[in-house]
């Protein structure tokens, strides 16, 4: 075989981690899927959707206190709020890894935003600053363990974070599962 037939035998036979897809489309889908699970979780509890009642519309402006007859944002319920938001950063750190700091806390808060605003229109609870807050340090969190694992890691970072990023994401999606199928049947 001469060189160049080597060459092109060579590329077409590439892994796909070679070319980008282990890298980028995986993460990207993982990505879609968390999104759409992290609006879902926020807004509905991963309950069906519902719009409620006005009585349910609440703004808290003052961080971690009681407003509107809504209690103070509770020790468990902000640290889920920070876990929740942990994976954006993986997810944006693997994929944008040249996104400056500054620009991805911007992102992770207009995203809370977005969300809080969302519970307000639909009236599903109080839209709560603390929840921006503690979100955008969950997505600082994420961002930063990327970090650490490029330190260790080097080059292998995206395709190690990837294959975890998977395996949570499996884990993540059968306990939606069990959860969706613990829900009450109503008769018909």
């Not at 879902?40 to 991963?46: A, G, I, R, S």
């Not at 519902?50 to 319920?77: Q, T």
């Not at 938001?85 to 997810?91: A, K, L, N, R, S």
Request: with cysteine.
């Amino acid at each position: 075989m001469s060189a160049p037939e080597s060459v092109l035998a060579e590329r077409s036979i590439r892994r796909p981690s070679d070319n980008g897809w282990w890298t980028r489309r995986i993460p990207a889908a993982l990505f879609a899927a968390y999104l759409a699970l992290l609006f879902w979780t926020v807004l509905w509890k991963l309950h069906e959707p519902y719009v409620g009642g006005d009585w349910m519309r609440a703004v808290k402006l003052v961080p971690f206190a009681a407003a509107d007859g809504f209690g103070a944002s509770a020790p468990f319920e902000v640290a889920m709020n920070v876990v929740i938001f942990v994976p954006f950063g993986v997810y944006l750190g693997i994929l944008v890894p040249s996104l400056r700091v500054a620009a991805s806390a911007s992102l992770f808060a207009a995203t809370s935003v977005v969300l809080e605003v969302a519970q307000f229109v639909f009236a599903l609870g109080s839209s709560d600053v603390t929840d921006v807050i503690v979100n955008t340090a969950g997505g600082l969190v994420g961002l930063g363990l990327v970090a650490l694992a490029r330190r260790g890691l080097h080059a292998r970072t995206a395709a190690v974070v990837t294959r975890i990023c998977l395996v949570a994401s499996v884990v993540v999606a059968g306990a939606v599962a069990v959860h969706i199928a613990s829900f009450p049947r109503l008769p018909m």
